[in-house]
Nanobody, 118 residues
Framework: QVQLVESGGGLVQAGGSLRLSCTASGRTFSTYTMGWFRQAPGKEREFVAAVDWSGAARSYADSVKGRFTTSRDSAKNTVYLQMLSLKPEDTGVYYC???????????WGQGTQVTVSS
């Protein structure tokens, strides 16, 4: 079992930046792929980014490539999502996830709100 807690969300103007953090409990953190998803009001949850257990392989949704970067620090059991050049369409609840697959979806955090104003 893995428990995930996100932090770092907030309100930012378009063009600004935020860094989200997700801290995991459990000794098996380093064996899981970690990912980020988001859900905008009235829309389905969508994949944003993922990083494999080693930190070497990363994947991104086309909508965030070149603006968002995900990384992990296994010593701190934490995964990060650095978001630059934010746009109003990036607004939503951002969820951290852990799992065994390339797109992790076995365990979920409670979510953190990101609001980008125009």
């Amino acid at each position: 079992q893995v428990q995930l807690v996100e932090s770092g969300g907030g309100l930012v103007q378009a063009g600004g930046s935020l860094r989200l953090s997700c801290t995991a409990s459990g000794r098996t953190f380093s064996t899981y792929t970690m990912g980020w998803f988001r859900q905008a009001p009235g829309k389905e949850r969508e994949f944003v980014a993922a990083v494999d257990w080693s930190g070497a392989a990363r994947s991104y949704a086309d909508s965030v490539k070149g603006r968002f970067t995900t990384s992990r620090d296994s010593a701190k059991n934490t995964v990060y999502l650095q978001m630059l050049s934010l746009k109003p369409e990036d607004t939503g609840v951002y969820y951290c996830a852990a799992g065994r697959g390339n797109i992790p979806d076995d365990f979920w955090g409670q979510g953190t709100q990101v609001t980008v104003s125009s």
